[in-house]
């Protein structure tokens, strides 16, 4: 019996249909490098209330140079109202040539970003050059902050938040906020918003935290002013069950350190001591990763867990990005998780075998990793494309863990 072209497509798109979680995985390419025109870097996403992705990158133009060398550099964004189905064409989130930044502003980069969970409100830190001559190894940079509405579609111009931000930790000579995901709490709550977290590096210092109860309009530090992670890189931030905060950092692998909250008014506290972790291997390379906590079932042992999520490159050198996991207890005792031992027992999950940098991810309104980092087409570590995946729980831990919808 002959089959027409029409039958063979849609049997192929029924039995895709129904393929079992395990294997559900979708890709797309969403920024493409050009040598000699475009060069796209830095990867950050988002999820709105209404489940639009935010998809955030670089546009370095013809060069690679990070912010700093009097090169422009514009903030660019794409939206999926499908859950990654589909994505609209490219959009300036911040654009450096506008009128006002003229004579003053070079290159916005290195975003990081949050979606509200109770309204339609999005939030952007970057970094701003002014001087066309501050990179961020000799010396000061400014934090700008940008505000969206209409599910990612409107942004507002950049407001000028350097001196809120510098002023947290009087020593500091240069920062920028670490680019991907800013955190919003799920447990605390003071006012109309939940809280953000997000953390920064500065030469000389490491990493502090800061907080932010009014979705970003005012900022405080978590802890002292000394450093939470001398040594640390870029960094990010989540929550343990409890609410107290986690530090991930970048190195050959992560650091890992724990705010302990006081009480639960969620204001004093104290930070542990920062502990590389042993079971994240990043090989013959540092690059920076994201980090997120969410609400599982281990399909094996039958009951809740809370999965977390830490990617990274695994090598050698920046290839083979790589998301590793670990469940805890759901009820856990959180006052047994130390730095050390959030750092053991780690397993992974191999994205790509190819070259690959910097990534970051979120979760979708239909439960799944909407996953965005760099990927290089050739063997050039720097001329990198932005690659959307979606995957889910089960393709991630072979089928152990799941999310019930």
Not at 194 to 217: H, M, P, Q, T
Not at 299 to 312: D, G, P, R
């Amino acid at each position: 019996m002959k089959l027409s072209v029409k039958s063979i497509l849609l049997t192929l798109l029924v039995a895709t249909l129904c393929l079992p979680a395990m294997a559900q995985r979708l890709e797309h390419k969403l920024y493409v490098s050009k040598p000699g025109e475009k060069i796209y870097r830095i990867p950050a996403i988002a999820c709105t209330v209404d489940g639009t992705l935010i998809a955030v990158s670089d546009d370095r133009y013809n060069h690679g140079s990070d912010v700093g060398y009097a090169k422009p550099i514009d903030i660019m964004c794409r939206l999926s109202e499908d859950n990654g189905l589909t994505w609209k064409p490219e959009q300036k989130l911040a654009d450096c040539h506008e009128e006002i930044y003229k004579g003053r502003v070079y290159g916005f980069g290195d975003a990081a970003i949050a979606a509200d969970r109770d309204s339609d409100r999005q939030i952007a830190l970057c970094v701003g050059d002014s001087t066309g001559r501050t990179v961020f190894q000799q010396g000061f940079q400014q934090v700008y902050r940008f505000y969206g509405t209409n599910n990612g579609k409107t942004w507002s111009k950049g407001e000028n938040i350097t001196h809120k931000i510098y002023s947290l930790v009087p020593q500091l000579e240069c920062l920028f906020i670490g680019s991907g995901k800013i955190h919003q709490s799920r447990y605390v709550k003071k006012g109309k918003y939940y809280r953000l977290y997000c953390s920064l590096l500065s030469l000389k210092y490491g990493n502090a935290v800061i907080y932010s109860d009014d979705f970003g309009e005012n900022w405080s530090l978590l802890g002292t002013t000394e450093s939470c992670c001398p040594e640390g890189d870029e960094p990010k931030t989540e929550e343990l069950p409890d609410g107290s905060v986690i530090l991930s950092s970048r190195t050959g692998g992560r650091w890992f350190n724990i705010f302990r909250f006081d009480d639960k008014t969620y204001t004093t506290g104290h930070w542990e001591k920062p502990v590389k972790a042993r079971d994240i291997i990043c090989q013959k390379n540092e690059c920076n990763g994201e980090i997120m906590g969410i609400k599982a079932y281990d399909k094996q042992a039958k009951k809740k867990v809370w999965l977390y999520l830490q990617s990274v490159p695994y090598g050698p050198n920046r290839s083979h990005v790589s998301i590793f996991y670990k469940a805890l207890p759901y009820k856990v005792d959180c006052k047994t998780i130390t730095p050390q031992n959030f750092g053991e027992g780690w397993e992974r999950f191999e994205i790509t075998p190819d070259d690959s940098g910097y990534s970051t991810f979120c979760l979708t309104a239909d439960k799944q990793i909407a996953f965005l980092y760099e990927r290089a087409p050739v063997a050039d570590q720097w001329l990198y494309d932005i690659w959307f995946e979606k995957l889910s729980i089960e393709k991630i831990t072979n089928g152990r863990y799941t999310i019930k919808k």
